[in-house]
T-cell receptor, first 114, second 115 residues
Framework: KQEVTQIPAALSVPEGENLVLNCSFT??????LQWFRQDPGKGLTSLLL?????REQTSGRLNASLDKSSGRSTLYIAASQPGDSATYLC?????????????FGKGTKLSVIP | NAGVTQTPKFRILKIGQSMTLQCAQD?????MYWYRQDPGMGLKLIYY???????DKGEVPNGYNVSRSTTEDFPLRLELAAPSQTSVYFC??????????????FGPGTRLTVL
């Protein structure tokens, strides 16, 4: 059974710092991996999606990398801002599952201090 | 487009009551999903549908039922509510096809408390 772990569970950084969020998964047979953002009391918003054949994806100040063989992904946030404060969730989509089901980690709660 | 909408936003049920959580999407997506999120936990899949008339169980289906009679709607039915069903419920949808289209789009959630 696929398990997804996110470390750390919570992170507090001063504004302007660069930071890295980590995600690991137990089964390397994945179709893709996604990073989501969740604001308090809100739904999830997709940030980046990395296909299994890709090594990284970038969107603005966000960069996500994927090392499928080691079962790891990182989300790099450059020049953090208070508006980046949210919970970040990692989810994997297993290979061969035509339903495109996602298995989620528990998330990393990020606080960016002004 | 309204995207994925869910009603109600909040609900309090008594043990043993039943209710239906509504989910609708206006993006003509084939795939739809129901997740629950308990405090401090990731999302767990309850049921999913790959198209109208086709549904299947996810990781935690016990105590729930679904139907998918149209592409747009995917209601989740709770029968005989129990305190263990206290959670936030999210509905999501995804278009057919791979690549960038694999992204799931989420509704705002329904916060359910069973007392």
């Amino acid at each position: 059974k696929q398990e997804v772990t996110q470390i750390p569970a919570a992170l507090s950084v001063p504004e302007g710092e660069n930071l890295v969020l980590n995600c690991s998964f137990t089964d390397s047979a994945i179709y893709n991996l996604q990073w989501f953002r969740q604001d308090p009391g809100k739904g999830l918003t997709s940030l980046l999606l990395i296909q299994s054949s890709q090594r990284e994806q970038t969107s603005g100040r966000l960069n996500a990398s994927l090392d499928k063989s080691s079962g790891r992904s990182t989300l790099y946030i450059a020049a953090s801002q208070p508006g980046d404060s949210a919970t970040y969730l990692c989810a994997v989509n297993p290979s061969g599952a035509g339903s495109y089901q996602l298995t989620f980690g528990k998330g990393t709660k990020l606080s960016v201090i002004p | 487009n309204a995207g994925v909408t869910q009603t109600p936003k909040f609900r309090i049920l008594k043990i043993g009551q039943s209710m239906t959580l509504q989910c609708a999407q206006d993006m003509n997506h084939n795939y739809m999903y129901w997740y629950r999120q308990d405090p401090g936990m990731g999302l767990k899949l309850i049921y999913y549908s790959v198209g109208a008339g086709i549904t299947d169980k996810g990781e935690v289906p016990n105590g729930y039922n679904v139907s998918r009679s149209t592409t747009e709607d995917f209601p989740l039915r709770l029968e005989l509510a129990a305190p263990s069903q206290t959670s936030v419920y999210f509905c999501a949808s995804k278009p057919l096809g791979g690549g960038a289209g694999d992204t799931q789009y989420f509704g705002p959630g329904t916060r359910l408390t069973v007392l």
